[in-house]
Nanobody, 115 residues
Framework: QVQLVESGGGLVQPGGSLRLSCAASESIFSRYAMGWYRQVPGKQRELVARITSGGSTNYADSVKGRFTISRNNAKNTVYLQMNNLKPEDTAVYYC?????????WGQGTQVTVSS
C-alpha cells in the first residue's frame, strides 16, 4: 500500500509563504495526476491544485496566482509553494491522486495563517 507523507506546514503571518512537500513510498507520481487538498473542521476536503503526469497544472480559483504545484518524479515528491497566504488558507493540507484520491490519506500537514 502506497504511503503518502506530507510535511512543511506551520504558523505563518498573512502575506507569508510556505512550501509543502509530499513524499510517496512508491514511484507513483510519473504515472498519475497528483493533487493537493485541504480541509478545515466541519467542511469537505477540497482540491486546490493538481498536476498531471505530463506536467500540466490547474488550481482552484481561491489559490490561483498564489500557489504553485510542482513535482520531482526522481524523488517521488510533490510540492506546493504557497505565497501571499491568507487567513482563509488555514487548513490541514493533504496530497493524493487527483481529481479522485486513490490511496489512503496521510496525516496531513497543518497550515495556520494568523497574525
Amino acid at each position: 500500500q502506497v504511503q503518502l507523507v506530507e510535511s512543511g506546514g506551520g504558523l505563518v503571518q498573512p502575506g507569508g509563504s510556505l512550501r509543502l512537500s509530499c513524499a510517496a513510498s512508491e514511484s507513483i507520481f510519473s504515472r498519475y495526476a497528483m493533487g493537493w487538498y485541504r480541509q478545515v473542521p466541519g467542511k469537505q476536503r477540497e482540491l486546490v491544485a493538481r498536476i498531471t503526469s505530463g506536467g500540466s497544472t490547474n488550481y482552484a480559483d481561491s489559490v490561483k496566482g498564489r500557489f504553485t504545484i510542482s513535482r520531482n518524479n526522481a524523488k517521488n515528491t510533490v510540492y506546493l509553494q504557497m505565497n501571499n497566504l491568507k487567513p482563509e488558507d488555514t487548513a490541514v493540507y493533504y496530497c493524493n491522486t487527483a481529481p479522485l484520491p486513490s490511496y489512503s490519506w496521510g496525516q496531513g500537514t497543518q497550515v495556520t495563517v494568523s497574525s
